[in-house]
């Protein structure tokens, strides 16, 4: 005997059939077993009120408008693309929008890079160390908003995603005189643990010039913990009073991961030393400043349930969730 499907077994079937999400992902992105998604798909049980919340939350990464109306409303919904979406006039507000870009947005892949964001990478002043710093990514209408900072200043402005790789485009605030550019090697879902790339500013130590610097950034997060923290008001004085003692000691060590091994595992830290024009210890020779798979951690490749407790991955991660306060 076969189960009557319920309105919300049908509109979560719906749900997934549109927005192209198996049972698998589904389950993984829940934190359950995907028996539990058979169950509900087959009409046998319904979610709790906070498990609808969490489903609801994570339909919304590839579909940013759904709400938990999307269940309760008494007529049938469609979750697919709409058409090209009328241009929103540019304001002060909106932050920095690319137009003209011939590839459309999607929201699906944008979707695997919302959330909150920490890591490192090398003073791009030219110290020898590495600094700790921040990234919110989140969707919105214009596709994708980047908050990112160091504790000193912040920037804000737009992130590409297109094929395996994510782009930034930042203001450097509060004279909007500067941009700062990210190159990040994609990740392929929406629970990927970490991604690593490079980053590019104006900056320098007695002048500035063009420079660049390897970059890893860990999900500690979702989007919405940004506001839990108390958004950049309460998270630059924290990021600024760890990098202002770390400096400070690789400086003195004469060796850039030295002010940061008391708090992150030292193997994740000297990714971020950079070795161009010289042979590494592997013989390989860098002749451009790049972030090559063979060098990086299993970065897209990996959600956090799939690591094990002890890998450098989750140990960083826990400890950039103890130093920004989220446990």
Known sequence: MTETPTPFAIRLQRAMTELNISRVTLARELGVDKSVIARWIG?????????????????????????????RSPEPVSLRLPGPPEAAPAC??????????????????????????????????????????LMLIAQDRNGLRCVFTEGKV?????????????????????LHDRLCLFIFNGVGTPDAAVMDGLYAISAGDASTCATASPIVLFRIGMAEDFDRLGGLARIMP?????????????????DPVA??????????????????????ADGSVDHVLRMPAARSLPSGAFGVAELPPCSPIIRTRSALREVLGLG
């Open 43 to 71: 009409g046998v049980n319904q979610p709790t009120s906070h498990n609808l919340t969490r489903l609801t939350e994570v339909l919304r990464r590839r579909r940013p408008e759904l709400t938990l109306d999307f269940w």
């Open 92 to 133: 002060a507000s909106s932050g920095l929008v690319l137009a003209g870009l011939r590839l459309p947005r999607r929201p699906d892949i944008d979707a695997n890079y919302a959330g909150l964001w920490a890591g490192f990478y090398q003073s791009t002043q030219n110290r020898g160390a590495v600094v700790l710093c």
């Open 154 to 174: 912040s920037a804000a402005g737009t992130g590409v995603a297109i094929g395996p790789r994510l782009h930034g485009i930042l203001e450097i605030d509060p």
């Open 238 to 254: 924290g990021l600024s009073r760890v990098n202002l003692a770390a400096i400070p000691r690789s400086v003195a060590a004469g």
């Open 259 to 280: 002010g940061l091994t008391d708090l992150f595992p030292e193997e994740v830290l000297r990714l971020l030393c950079a070795a161009v024009g010289t042979k590494r």
